[in-house]
C-alpha cells in the first residue's frame, strides 16, 4: 500500500540562517524564496508543486532553554 505524502511548510529553528542558506541553497540546489538573513529565509522544496523549509533563526533566549 502506497502512501502519498505530500509537505506543504516546515520550520526548522537554525543556528545561522546565512550558512543554512548556503547548505540548502548551493549543496541541495533548493530555490531561494526568501532571504531576510540573518534572521529568517524560505526556501522551495521539489519544485513549483513542492513545499518549502522557514529558515528561522534562534534567539539568545531560546539557545540558553
Do not use: C, Q
Not at 550558512?19 to 531576510?36: C, W
Not at 528561522?56 to 533566549?61: G, P, S
Request: a positive charge; hydrophobic letters at 45%.
Amino acid at each position: 500500500m502506497a502512501i502519498d505524502v505530500h509537505l506543504d511548510g516546515l520550520t526548522l529553528s537554525v543556528a545561522s540562517v546565512r550558512r543554512s542558506l548556503k547548505f540548502y541553497g548551493e549543496t541541495l540546489g533548493f530555490k531561494i524564496v526568501v532571504d531576510a538573513a540573518p534572521d529568517f529565509a524560505l526556501v522551495r522544496v521539489g519544485g513549483k508543486g513542492g513545499g518549502t523549509i522557514g529558515l528561522l533563526a534562534l534567539t539568545r533566549r531560546s539557545r540558553n532553554s
